[in-house]
């Protein structure tokens, strides 16, 4: 099975501020058929089911604010907020999908609050 | 546009067999490009893959519950369904259904999800 980890647990970035998450898979979740990372980021808030953010490690969802956004390649990923909202305050998943076999996992979470 | 609504019983009795059904609307279950899904996410912890349906019918399931997940589809009924046999209180959580959208490997539409708790 692939691992999804997850850095920090929990992180705290005052408005206005940038706010980085990390997430490290334990093999590369790269596709060379297609060049793209089978890497998703999902934003939780309480109460609510996960929204899907950013899927092939970079590629904003639909009606995603632009200041998210994914980078990284292989192994590691980053979810980017470039300026901190109050809206954003949430729970971040990282999320892997591997075809052959069929195998998804995600990463323990990041609990983001305002400083 | 496609929503998901889960429904099933809420209190399930250890070694009993959980059941959930996903109903689909604002598109056919029948449509190709999407997995039909189950996703869980026991109380204050993160999320887990149960396991996926294709439109085909082909299933997937987590290696870890294989041995008690059946996931199925009713076209008819345009709703696809969970169970989950031999619980115990580690199998209580909330229960969510999605379309896994193969071409991007995310899951962009969730159900509301559904509290199931194991207890006698």
């Known amino acids: 099975d692939i691992v999804m980890t997850q850095s920090p647990d929990s992180l705290a970035v005052s408005l206005g501020e940038r706010a980085t998450i990390n997430c490290k898979s334990s093999?590369?979740?790269?596709?060379?058929?297609?060049?793209?990372?089978?890497l998703a980021w999902y934003q939780q808030k309480p109460g609510q089911p996960p929204k899907l953010l950013i899927y092939?490690?970079?590629t904003r969802e639909s009606g995603v604010p632009d200041r998210f956004s994914g980078s990284g390649s292989g192994t590691d990923f980053t979810l980017t907020i470039s300026s901190l909202q109050a809206e954003d305050v949430a729970v971040y998943y990282c999320?892997?999908?591997?075809?052959?076999?069929?195998?998804?996992?995600f990463g323990q979470g990041t609990r983001l609050e305002i400083k | 546009q496609l929503q998901l609504q889960e429904s099933g019983s809420g209190l399930v009795k250890p070694s009993q067999t959980l059941s959930l059904t996903c109903a689909v609307s604002?598109?056919?279950?029948?449509?190709?490009?999407?997995?039909w899904s189950w996703i869980r996410q026991p109380p204050g912890k993160g999320l887990e893959w149960i396991g996926y349906?294709?439109?085909?019918?082909?299933?997937y399931y987590n290696p870890s519950l294989k041995s008690r997940v059946t996931i199925s589809v009713d076209r008819s009924k345009n709703q696809f369904s969970l169970k989950l046999s031999s619980v115990t209180a580690a199998d209580t959580a909330v229960y969510y259904c999605?379309?896994?959208?193969?071409?991007?490997?995310?899951?962009?539409?969730w159900g509301q999800g559904t509290m199931v708790t194991v207890s006698s």
């Open positions: 999605a379309t896994l959208e193969l071409g991007i490997g995310a899951f962009d539409i």
């Open positions: 604002g598109g056919s279950i029948s449509s190709g490009g999407y997995s």
């Open positions: 349906i294709y439109h085909s019918g082909s299933t």
């Open positions: 093999q590369s979740v790269l596709y060379s058929s297609n060049n793209k990372n089978y």
């Open positions: 092939w490690a970079s």
């Open positions: 999320q892997q999908y591997y075809s052959t076999p069929p195998s998804i996992t």
